[in-house]
């Protein structure tokens, strides 16, 4: 039964725009452990040994228990039978963001352009010099460039990003030395490839996989020697950072727009909610106050 509360549970979630993969996968675990003990409701007790066992860091035990409370609570609303665990909550925080240079991207770039060549595919240093230059130049997150398909790339320079991280679909406009860029990439890409229609395929002319994308991105930043003597290397999704953070030091010089600007930078990026773009703010610490205040002035209004 807890197994088929765990398909109710995610499936109403999900209808309400959670992806919810992990979690998924872990209540489903956690229903199976609690029914091989015999459990027919959420146990405390079950719930923290359940957790203790599977977690590798005190972070990871946190996130299951968590998980199991907000499912608990859900089941608790219908059968009081049901416990709720209980997890002590830390704050949220987030690594601090490496930004790249404009030398050390021409670099990545160019170790990227250098990359040993793999049988039976010699694409893999085009593939990444396009990854690594359009994610830089779009702020795309690495799993919505990685999804693209042939059809998603439109005309006039356009890429129609679908269903992403809060199942929202947008336009992504490029810049022409970008369309250009890939138009020639595109091009390498038909003589090598096989049916597959993503846009960045593995050597094996599969879907890349992020795990590829991500060991091959660090044999980049070592080729390139990029942050190699940081105890935290940087990741693909600084790429991301950068790029929003350059939006936002080019507002500086009209700041009239600026709150215009900060609004179009979130739709660009593909942010439920402005709020979530106020972190970039962190790498540019002058223009936070200014641009939240008003980014925060112009959507009161419009709301008004």
Do not use: C
């Given at each position: 039964?807890?197994?088929d509360?765990?398909d109710?549970y995610?499936e109403?979630r999900?209808?309400?725009?959670?992806?919810l993969?992990k979690?998924?996968r872990?209540?489903?675990?956690?229903?199976r452990?609690a029914v091989?003990?015999?459990?027919?409701h959420?146990r405390?007790?079950?719930a923290?040994?359940?957790a203790?066992a599977?977690?590798?860091?005190?972070?990871s035990?946190?996130r299951r228990?968590?998980?199991?409370?907000?499912?608990?609570?859900?089941?608790?609303?219908?059968?009081?039978?049901?416990?709720?665990?209980h997890h002590?909550?830390s704050p949220?925080?987030?690594p601090?963001?490496?930004i790249?240079t404009?030398e050390?991207?021409?670099?990545m770039l160019?170790?990227a352009?250098?990359l040993?060549?793999q049988?039976p595919?010699?694409l893999r240093?085009h593939?990444?010099?396009m990854l690594?230059?359009l994610?830089?130049?779009t702020g795309l997150?690495?799993?919505e460039?990685?999804n693209?398909?042939?059809?998603?790339?439109?005309?006039d320079?356009v890429?129609?990003?679908?269903?992403t991280?809060?199942n929202k679909s947008?336009?992504?406009p490029?810049?022409?030395?970008?369309v250009?860029?890939l138009?020639a990439?595109?091009?390498?890409r038909?003589?090598?490839?096989?049916?597959?229609?993503?846009?960045f395929?593995?050597v094996?002319?599969k879907?890349?996989?992020l795990?590829?994308a991500?060991?091959?991105?660090?044999?980049i930043?070592?080729k390139a020697?990029?942050?190699?003597?940081?105890?935290?290397?940087?990741?693909?999704?600084d790429l991301?950072?950068?790029f929003?953070?350059r939006?936002?030091?080019?507002c500086a010089t009209?700041?009239d727009?600026v709150?215009r600007?900060?609004?179009a930078?979130?739709?660009?990026?593909?942010?439920?909610?402005?709020?979530h773009t106020y972190?970039y703010?962190?790498a540019t610490?002058d223009?936070?106050?200014?641009?939240?205040g008003?980014?925060?002035?112009?959507i009161?209004?419009?709301?008004?």
């Open positions: 039964m807890l197994i509360d765990v109710r995610i109403l999900r209808s309400l725009g959670f992806k993969a979690t998924a872990h209540l489903t675990a956690f229903a452990y091989d003990r015999g459990d027919t959420v405390r007790e079950t923290i040994a359940w203790a599977v977690s590798s860091t005190p972070r035990h946190q228990l968590q998980e199991i409370a907000l499912f608990s609570r859900f089941l608790y609303a219908e059968d009081r039978e049901h416990e709720v665990p002590p909550r949220a925080t987030r601090a963001p490496y790249y404009p050390e991207l021409a670099r160019d170790a352009g250098n040993r060549r049988k595919s010699p240093r593939v990444y010099v690594v230059g994610l830089a130049s997150r690495i799993s460039a990685l693209l398909r042939l059809d998603d790339l439109l005309p320079g890429l129609h990003i679908r269903l991280k809060f947008r336009l992504v490029m810049h022409p030395s970008v250009e860029a138009r990439y595109l091009a390498i038909r003589r090598f490839a096989g049916m597959d229609d993503h846009v395929l593995s094996d002319a879907p890349m996989s795990r590829t991500q060991s091959n991105f660090n044999v930043l070592r020697d990029v942050g190699q003597n940081r105890s935290r290397r940087p990741r693909i999704h991301r950072h950068t929003a953070t939006v936002l030091e080019q009209r700041r727009d709150a600007d900060f609004v930078l979130a739709t660009y990026l593909g942010h439920a909610d402005i709020r972190w703010l962190e610490p223009l936070m106050a200014d641009i939240a008003a980014a925060e002035a112009l009161a209004g419009e709301v008004a």
